[in-house]
Nanobody, 124 residues
Framework: QVQLVESGGGLVQAGGSLRLSCAASGRTASIHTTAWFRQSSGKGREFVAGISSRDGRTFSTDSVKGRSTIPRDRPKKVVYPQMNSLRPKDTADYYC?????????????????WGQGTQVTVSS
């Protein structure tokens, strides 16, 4: 099993930046992809961005391309999802997730472990 603990989030002004952290513990050697999803009120869970454990390659959804990065600290097993130029429509609960699959991509069904989520509110 893998445990994911998130921190960060809160209230951010439009145009500002967001920095979360996601710390993994347990059988972390089994993780091939770490990603974050978000869910706003009344909507389904939406993929935001991810990073491959093997080569550090990142991928993201079109709405955050150029605004999102996922630095990582491999020895500490922590990733730091970040997003700049925040907009009110970025308001959501953000979830860190990890997959044992080599190519989990943006499908939430392919992810095996989830953090507790953290709320982000972007004010206009």
């Amino acid at each position: 099993q893998v445990q994911l603990v998130e921190s960060g989030g809160g209230l951010v002004q439009a145009g500002g930046s967001l920095r979360l952290s996601c710390a993994a513990s347990g059988r972390t050697a089994s993780i091939h992809t770490t990603a974050w999803f978000r869910q706003s009120s009344g909507k389904g869970r939406e993929f935001v961005a991810g990073i491959s454990s093997r080569d550090g390659r990142t991928f993201s959804t079109d709405s955050v391309k150029g605004r999102s990065t996922i630095p990582r600290d491999r020895p500490k097993k922590v990733v730091y999802p970040q997003m700049n130029s925040l907009r009110p429509k970025d308001t959501a609960d953000y979830y860190c997730t990890a997959s044992n699959k080599l190519y989990a991509g943006g499908n939430h069904a392919y992810y095996d472990y989830w953090g507790q989520g953290t709320q982000v509110t972007v004010s206009s």
